[in-house]
């Protein structure tokens, strides 16, 4: 069965600084791997995604992450945050013989504080 | 180009009630999937329709029943609810299939008491 782990539940940051949210993942099979970003009371928004082929991928807002099959992680970085990033982040795999079931880790909270 | 849209936003229910949520994806969308966020258990997966026909589901009583009409819109379904039921519950529509960017409607907020 495949399970997501975000390491971090909160993580507070000053603006301008950068930031590192970190996710681990476990399966047997290969995986699809995504970062979602939740502002309050709102539905998720898709920040980047990893399909296939190379390893780093950027994303919106200017966030990237890199995919590491051998240390089965998929972590998100922000070379400098702002304020407007404070939200909750959740990192989410999926099968690729599942459809669209996504399978989320518990979700970090970004406070960005001035 | 319209978002996904989900009726009602909020909602107040009695214990052994039950409810409908409905969630209209974004047209051309064919892939609509349902998923519970609640503080403990997080956001859990309840099931996928495509085309009309349900192709996954996750680990839900049966209390949790949906289904997905030809213009793509779904609705859900709780019977007899429950207090843990009380979740925000989130819908999501895709053009296709697996891999595909999932688009996520605002949420309906369910309450029971």
């Known amino acids: 069965a495949q399970s997501v782990t975000q390491l971090d539940s909160q993580v507070p940051v000053f603006e301008e600084a950068p930031v590192e949210l970190r996710c681990n993942y476990s399966?047997?099979?290969?995986?699809?791997l995504f970062w979602y970003v939740q502002y309050p009371n709102q539905g998720l928004q898709l920040l980047l995604k990893y399909l296939s082929g190379s390893t780093l991928v950027k994303g919106i807002n200017g966030f990237e992450a890199e995919f590491n099959k051998s240390q089965t992680s998929f972590h998100l970085r922000k070379p400098s945050v702002h304020i407007s990033d404070t939200a909750e982040y959740f990192c989410a795999v999926s099968d690729p013989g599942g459809y669209n079931k996504l399978i989320f880790g518990a979700g970090t909270r970004l406070a960005v504080h001035p | 180009k319209a978002g996904v849209t989900q009726t009602p936003r909020y909602l107040i229910k009695t214990r052994g009630q039950q409810v409908t949520l409905s969630c209209s994806p974004i047209?051309?969308?064919?892939?609509v999937s349902w998923y519970q966020q609640t503080p403990g258990q997080g956001l859990q997966f309840l099931f996928e329709y495509f085309s009309e026909t349900q192709r996954n589901k996750g680990n839900f009583p049966g209390r949790f029943s949906g289904r997905q009409f030809s213009n793509s819109r779904s609705e859900m379904n709780v019977s007899t609810l429950e207090l843990g039921d009380s979740a925000l519950y989130l819908c999501a529509s895709s053009l296709l299939g697996t891999g595909h960017k999932q688009y996520f409607g605002p949420g309906t907020r369910l309450t029971v008491t």
């Open positions: 399966s047997s099979v290969s995986v699809y």
């Open positions: 047209s051309g969308h064919r892939s």
